[in-house]
């Protein structure tokens, strides 16, 4: 198997378990589980570990471990850019 396939099994394998965890934390918190939104959850985590797990391609470990916090840094993001307002200024009198 080769060293890239390896690494997106690691991550998908990582945001499973990510999967599983927050599934138990939310079974813990005797919420309602909305098994469609779930769906589309792992989906998404599935999705984003791949892609982690492929950045973090170093070391089968790493990649588990990108898998496992892909969907963190997608929000970790998400929130930095939702915070600040772009503002673009076109001035072309100066040219």
Do not use: C, N, P, W
Not at 17 to 26: G, N
């Amino acid at each position: 198997m080769s060293e890239l396939t390896t690494a997106i099994l690691f991550g998908i394998l990582g945001g499973v378990a990510r999967f599983l965890v927050d599934l138990i934390k939310t079974y813990q918190l005797k919420k309602k589980i909305d098994f469609r939104r779930f769906g589309f959850y792992i989906i998404l985590l599935i999705s984003f570990g791949a892609f982690s797990g492929i950045i973090f391609g170093f070391a089968k470990q790493l990649s588990f471990l990108g898998g496992y916090a892909g969907m963190d840094l997608i929000d970790g993001y998400y929130k930095h850019f939702k915070r600040k307002k772009f503002k673009i200024r076109l001035d072309f009198t100066k040219y």
